[in-house]
């Protein structure tokens, strides 16, 4: 159920086969062989070897994960992908060609029911699980799970941008591209409007980790680096040593996340979301 083998379509693949709530079915991709498939999920340097399953080709068109048999399509048009051949009803974009609503609405002529968009879409929906999830409508048919970072900011803030338009053109960001395998951080600078200390936005962040978004956002008070958060399922992580109060109105706040399995598990829990609204 997913197109592009990249590094979100094979974390994508890894979530989904350790869950019960969702089916892997198919893949798509038309630039590598199925040996090659089995070789890049089995291997990977930042998460690790492949240890639930033995992964191996049965043939050509099939993909085996233990006894569960995987279906492999070889298609560059998304239009012409048999996904409804395969039993698949939700279809992971990840291919970062097709973001744009109309061209990952091609998919739903291959059998596709809904298509999730793994990148930020100029036209499509936007959810980020914990913070819009519940406007999601059965109606809408392609949505975006925007942006890894997206994920990040929009679980501290509540809002950005596209997410939640009041705060559209009130936020803006940068991002530094340095050589490190996986994992970010975000560095949040604020103006409240209300007056509140360092030590109250530590309590309510706090609070918020351990209730409403349990498993979403996560809060931490050790001393940490980058590569402590490799494998972290959490949206962003709350980095309580790292923040700056300039006073009590003007704030920095930092927090991590895994770019890569921390985004990629939010995609999981988006479709599992549509699927409950549609049931």
Known sequence: MWTGFGRIGRLVAR???????????AVNDPFITTDYMTYMFKYDTVHGHWKHSEVKVRD??????????????????PEEIPWAQAGAEFVVESTGAFTDKGKAA????????KVVITAVSKDAPMFVVGVNEQQYTADLDVVSNASCTTNCLATLAKAVGKVLPALDGKLTGMAFRVPTA??????????????ATYE????AIKEESETNLKGILGYVEDDVVSSDFIGDSRSSIFDAKAGIA???NFVKIVAWYDNEWGYSSRVIDLIAHMAKTQA
Not at 200 to 203: G, R
């Open 182 to 195: 996986d994992v970010s951080v975000v560095d949040l600078t604020v103006r409240l409007e209300k007056k």
């Open 60 to 77: 050509e068109k099939t993909l085996l994960f233990g006894e569960k048999a995987v279906a492999v399509f070889g298609v560059r048009n």
């Open 246 to 248: 300039l006073n009590d």
């Open 15 to 25: 979530i989904a086969l350790r869950r019960d709530d969702v089916e892997l079915v």
């Open 106 to 113: 091609a998919h739903l002529k291959g059998g596709a029911k």
């Open 200 to 203: 109250d936005i530590k309590s």
